[in-house]
């Protein structure tokens, strides 16, 4: 049996703390690196040892404690869930996927004092990963959009064989991840430029401008990927960057008119989005979900989630306290076989689009109250660092939630418990500390 113990490794310690920066700037990249970062910094921190020593140190209150106990408490009911599972062959990849919800905020306990330092460079590895997928995009669509016919160089964005589409909008633009979830990952990256400007720094000087224009690189950005998820998160990120600036740090009335490009910023981009195209279908697609059905008719994506919402509250009056079981969900959600408009979803294999719900159709009441828990305990608490982005991104999570069911994909789950348990259980070196909190 091998002693951990007596294996030393030179600079392991300093392998490890970049093996943080890694996951953090892979994340935007897909399930492989995602993975393999994950397994290697896993097996850097059991090369390491230490762990007692290190879990003390940074799980140091009782309120780091409970929250690790949550995010094991959530994974755990998962299992829990495999007792009332009928389909058994269907479980094996929701628990894969959801063993980062353990792996991750663990490891983070038990990281070192060089990932502590190190704690703004994670952030801005994320940062740059973001910066360089969201390149990656535009360069793939901009080559799509480029032909050479008898000997002429053409520029079209529409697919020959789908010219209602376009290489620059949706998932034709988002060719590394859901368009959904890199909306949620840019949004991400806002909020920590965004959280890193001083009361100095309000805005446009000679050491924000590069922050400015890389914030407005990723804004622009959002509307190629029209999530309106990602839209709606980026005007109530804008919003509380305003609270916090204006009331909490800021003597609103001698800065009025520092806020007034932002300001002007925020109102013309709700005209945008509010005179959008992806906002203004919501009214008729709403309207549609309440029309007898037409099997001939186009569903949006709106009538499908409001359809899916309603069966899946059905269910969930059904099975309130313990849920369906893991990986129940759609099997439950499709059984209204005369329903059309579920069976056109069942055909798209769309799950709930609504992790709350869910989360609590499939493992019942006590599991959504320990999700909720993971959301906002950290923020009402007080007792955490880094509670501003922390909020920022509790308002990323939640709105996201609210239209997505983001824990059934890895991109989500490692999103979700990285960021929480960095967070959380990683406070800031004092010379780091962002100058906001």
């Known amino acids: 049996m091998i002693n951990f113990k007596q294996i030393k490794i030179p600079g392991l310690p300093k392998i490890n703390s970049y093996l943080v920066f890694v996951l953090a700037f892979s994340l935007p ?5 995602i993975s393999y970062s994950i397994g290697l910094w896993t097996l850097g921190t059991i090369l390491e040892g230490n762990f007692k020593q290190k879990f003390r140190k940074n799980i140091n209150s009782p309120e780091n404690k409970l929250y690790l106990i949550l995010f094991l408490v959530l994974y755990f009911l998962s299992l829990i869930g495999l007792l009332v599972t009928k389909n058994i062959e269907d479980v094996t990849p929701y628990l894969r996927v959801r063993i980062s919800l353990i792996i991750i905020p663990v490891l983070l306990a038990l990281s070192n004092d060089l990932i502590r ?19 990656y995009c535009y360069i793939g669509a901009l080559m799509n959009s ?14 020959p064989k789908s010219p209602w589409e376009s290489y620059f909008l949706y998932d034709r633009f988002s060719a590394i991840m859901h368009p959904s979830y890199f909306a949620m990952y840019i949004n991400m990256a806002i909020a ?12 446009l000087t000679k050491k924000t401008g590069l922050k400015v224009l890389i914030v407005a690189y990723f804004r622009i950005t959002l509307f190629p990927l029209s999530s309106r998820a990602g839209l709606l998160t980026w005007v109530l990120v804008l919003c509380y960057l305003l ?47 309440e029309k007898p059905y037409n099997k001939d008719e186009f569903l949006g994506s709106v009538t499908f989630r409001i359809i899916l919402w309603e069966d899946a509250i059905e269910n969930i009056i059904q ?19 005369e329903d059309g408009r579920l069976n ?38 007080r007792k955490f660092p880094n509670r501003y982005l ?30 929480y348990s960095l967070l959380a259980f990683v406070p800031r070196d004092p010379a780091e500390k962002s100058r906001l909190s």
């Open 29 to 33: 990249f897909g399930i492989l690196p």
């Open 117 to 135: 330092k190190n704690f703004r460079q994670i952030l801005l590895s994320f940062v740059l990963g973001i910066l360089i997928a969201s390149a």
């Open 146 to 159: 480029i032909h050479i016919t008898d000997g002429s160089l053409l520029f079209n964005t529409h697919p």
């Open 192 to 203: 920590i430029l965004l959280i890193s400007f001083n009361r100095k720094e309000i805005f």
């Open 243 to 289: 609270l916090i600036l204006g009331f909490v740090k800021f003597r609103i009335k001698k800065n009025l008119l520092g806020f007034f490009p932002l300001i002007l910023l925020v109102g013309l981009f709700l005209f945008i989005v509010i005179n959008g195209r992806r906002f203004s279908v919501i009214k008729d697609e709403v309207e549609e979900a």
């Open 319 to 337: 099975h309130p306290v313990w849920g369906v079981g893991t990986g129940n969900v759609k099997h439950v959600l499709y059984k209204k076989t």
């Open 344 to 381: 056109q979803a069942k055909e798209k294999n769309l799950n709930v689009h609504d992790q709350f719900l869910e989360t609590w159709l499939e493992q019942g009441i006590f599991a959504l109250m320990i999700l909720l828990a993971i959301i906002f305990y950290p923020i009402f608490s």
């Open 390 to 419: 922390l909020t920022f991104l509790s308002i990323i999570i939640v709105t996201n939630f609210l239209f997505e069911s983001v824990l059934n994909r890895l991109w989500g789950v490692a999103f979700f418990s990285f960021f």
